[in-house]
């Protein structure tokens, strides 16, 4: 008995003392006057539990009881009102909060009467326990089930439509609501005459109250299992302080003594590492941020220089081909050549600056994809016939393995598509100085699986891990292929992945040639 009146009065300093600091926070704020009432009635709740513990007669413990029933009858329609609130849903849901109020109020009316709670009994250890009247039923349905439970739907609703840092503070009010409203509903049975269980959840509400105001502050929602554990630490010194008091004999109370002062010594050593962690950790979430601007900062930058790049360069590509065709005189065959020099190496140029404003767009989240339904063997053989020439030129056999039944069309962008599958075949290009070069494409369960292989160098297990990493190239392309940004396999990677598909790479090592696989689903 004397642990519930030890959690009840936890609860009910806890929830004042977290309602007064939210409320001072920004006194004008509704969402924060909201969340004080909310926590005044948990605290008229939870003290007048205590109250009720400790009478000696039926009726005071009759009283008592009504008086904590008061204060449970609050806390459903202001935590309804305050999840409206904070979701930005209050004038969209006027007349659900008018109405909630009334039932509130009707129920508030009907409070110290025997329609609400009829009489105390006594139930497991429990001298007098409240007894539930007729009308009590009504508020079990309609306030806290209908109340509360319509609030979490309206989470979970909002939560499906939200990203970032408010997603995961719906994520802790969530948490909490489960926690808190599900530790005090262990209260109910008792009140019907199911005596399965005591009261065990009583704890809980001061963890709902914490959760629930670091969620509303959102402040350090990444450190509440450490903020829980201090918590947690706090209810068991304070636990521990009482027990010498409650104990019979001089021995117990010596050893309990000495056990509180031990864990207090151990409690002091856990708070003062928990907050060097919540330091560190904040330390790191700052260079976090910082870097996510610099990184944001640095593409928008290559999206700028790159956009500023394509007009010189399409404009030199327009005057030396009309150089080469002689529109402004003759031109020797000497100077036609390097006129075709210039114009390669432009080319190369205006492929570089398309691929670094590609990576800028992706990351940027600039990137638009237009889908249609297309026959994958199709793009492949028009990639396959677009690079044969070069192939054959470089002294390398080129196959396309294609499939013998006609494969299930896919829904993709085909430009990108088309530019991961050449980016591959150019890639196997570079990396491969004899043998061959072979694509196949087939059906694999619900899934098209394209696979590339060469014969060409390979890369090691090291190289693996960072080959599709942007602005990174194999050593073997740097030693035979030094031009090119590294950005290919980059692109490649992203491409497919917002097709929601998979890529990546195998190879037996150095030497030994290299596989890249597609995977795009089609169902």
């Known amino acids: 008995m004397n642990l519930f009146f030890l959690f009840s009065f936890i609860n009910g300093v806890i929830a004042i003392i977290f309602g007064l600091f939210v409320y001072f926070k920004n006194r004008k704020n509704l969402t924060n006057i909201l969340f004080f009432l909310m926590n005044l009635g948990i605290t008229i709740w939870s003290l007048s539990y205590c109250q009720w513990l400790l009478m000696e007669t039926e009726a005071s413990a009759l009283f008592w009881s009504k008086m904590l029933n008061f204060g449970a009858t609050l806390i459903p329609i202001l ?25 509130t109020f009707v129920f508030l ?18 001298n007098y326990w409240p007894q539930a009247g007729l009308l009590y039923i009504f508020f079990l349905f309609l306030g806290y ?10 989470l979970f609703k909002t939560r ?13 009010i969530i948490l909490a609501s489960i926690i808190g409203f599900g530790g005090g509903a262990t209260n109910f049975p008792l009140m019907f005459g199911i005596a399965l269980f005591p009261p065990f959840g009583q704890p809980l509400i001061a963890v709902y109250v914490v959760i629930l105001t670091l969620a509303i502050l959102k402040y350090h929602l990444f450190n509440i299992r450490v903020i829980l554990t201090e918590l947690l630490v706090g209810m068991m010194g304070v636990i521990l302080l009482v027990l010498p008091f409650l104990m019979e004999t001089f021995q117990l109370k010596l050893l309990t003594s000495a056990i509180f002062f031990f864990f207090c010594l151990f409690g002091y050593y856990l708070i003062k590492v928990t907050h060097r962690e919540i330091k ?10 910082e870097l996510k601007v610099l990184d944001k ?28 065709e002689g529109s402004y005189g003759k031109v020797s065959e000497t100077a036609k050549e390097k006129l075709k020099s210039v114009s390669y190496s432009n080319e190369r140029l205006i492929k570089i600056v398309n691929e670094l404003l590609n990576a800028s767009k992706i ?3 600039k990137m638009e994809f237009k889908k249609e339904k297309i026959q994958i063997e199709d ?13 054959e030129k470089k002294g390398l056999k080129f196959y396309f393995k294609k499939p013998k039944t006609a494969l299930p069309k896919i829904s993709v962008d085909s430009l990108k598509i088309r530019q991961v599958v050449l980016n591959l075949l150019d890639n196997a290009l570079k990396y491969t100085q004899k043998g061959k070069i072979e694509i196949e494409v087939k059906k694999n369960d619900s899934k098209i699986q394209i696979l590339i292989r060469d014969t060409g160098d390979g890369f090691t297990e090291e190289e693996k891990k960072s080959i599709f990493e942007s602005f990174v190239r194999g050593r073997a392309g740097i030693n035979h292929w030094i031009e090119g940004a590294g950005l290919g396999l980059y692109i490649a990677k992203k491409y497919i992945g917002l097709h929601q598909g998979k890529i990546w790479a195998e190879s037996q090592g150095k030497g030994n040639g290299s596989t890249f696989y597609v995977e795009l689903p089609y169902r």
Not at 145 to 154: D, E, F, M, S, T
Not at 280 to 289: C, G, Q, S, V, W
């Open 280 to 289: 560190r950790r904040a330390e790191i979430e700052k260079l976090y941020k």
């Open 160 to 172: 499906k439509i939200t990203f970032g840092e408010k997603k995961t503070q719906i994520d802790y």
């Open 109 to 126: 009316l009907f409070s110290f009467t025997p329609y609400y709670i009829k009489s105390v009994e006594p139930v497991f250890s429990f």
């Open 379 to 391: 793009l492949i053989q028009s990639c396959y016939e677009e690079l044969k020439n070069g192939v």
């Open 79 to 103: 935590y309804l009102h305050w999840v409206f609130c904070l979701l930005n849903l209050v004038k969209k849901k006027k007349e659900i909060i008018i109405t909630g109020y009334l039932i």
């Open 145 to 154: 089930l209908g109340l509360i439970g319509y609030a979490l739907y309206q």
């Open 363 to 365: 990351e940027l989240g």
């Open 297 to 324: 900062t640095k593409s928008e930058f290559i999206s700028m220089a790159s956009h500023q790049l394509r007009t010189p360069l399409s404009a030199i590509k327009g005057y030396v081909a009309m150089l080469i």
